[in-house]
C-alpha cells in the first residue's frame, strides 16, 4: 500500500494555534521645544517604559523631530504603515492610541455589509421560512 499525500492544504488563521502579533515596530516622533508635545514627553518620560516592558515583542524607537507635531507610526508583517498624529494629547491618550496601533493588523480599513463575516460556508446552508412543513395556527 503506497502512502498518499494530504490533497488540502489548511490556510492558516491567526488565533488558530499560536498568535502572532502583527505589528512588529512602533516609531515616536517627538519634539522638546513645541507645546504640542507636552503630552508626548510625559508618555516618553512616565509610560513608555511599562509600554516597552509588557511588550518585548514589538520593537521601539524614540526620535526627536524638531519643529513638527508628535506622531506614532507603526509597521506590521504584511508591509503596511498606519500614522497617528498625537499633538495636544495627554500621556494616557497617547497610550490609548498606541495600544490601537498594536491591536491593528495593518490592512486597510474596509466597509462591512454583513455583520459577520467568515471563510468557512455555513454547515446548514441558508435558512429560509419557505422550507420545511411549516407551523400550524
Excluded at 109 to 130: A, E, Q
Aim: proline letters at 7%; hydrophobic letters at 35%; charged letters at 25%.
Amino acid at each position: 500500500m503506497t502512502i498518499r499525500a494530504l490533497t488540502q492544504i489548511s490556510t492558516g488563521r491567526n488565533g488558530v494555534g499560536a498568535f502572532v502579533l502583527q505589528c512588529k515596530k512602533i516609531d515616536i516622533h517627538y519634539c522638546d521645544w513645541a507645546g504640542s508635545s507636552r503630552g508626548m514627553n510625559g508618555f516618553i518620560k512616565s509610560l513608555l517604559p511599562k509600554f516597552a516592558a509588557a511588550h518585548p515583542q514589538i520593537e521601539l524607537t524614540v526620535s526627536p523631530r524638531p519643529a513638527k507635531h508628535p506622531v506614532l507610526i507603526a509597521q506590521y508583517i504584511n508591509g503596511r504603515e498606519k500614522a497617528v498624529c498625537v499633538r495636544n494629547m495627554e500621556p494616557y491618550e497617547i497610550l490609548k492610541k498606541a495600544e490601537l496601533l498594536r491591536d491593528a493588523s495593518g490592512e486597510k480599513l474596509k466597509r462591512t455589509h454583513k455583520p459577520v463575516t467568515s471563510i468557512n460556508p455555513s454547515v446548514r446552508g441558508v435558512w429560509s421560512p419557505y422550507h420545511g412543513e411549516g407551523m400550524r395556527v
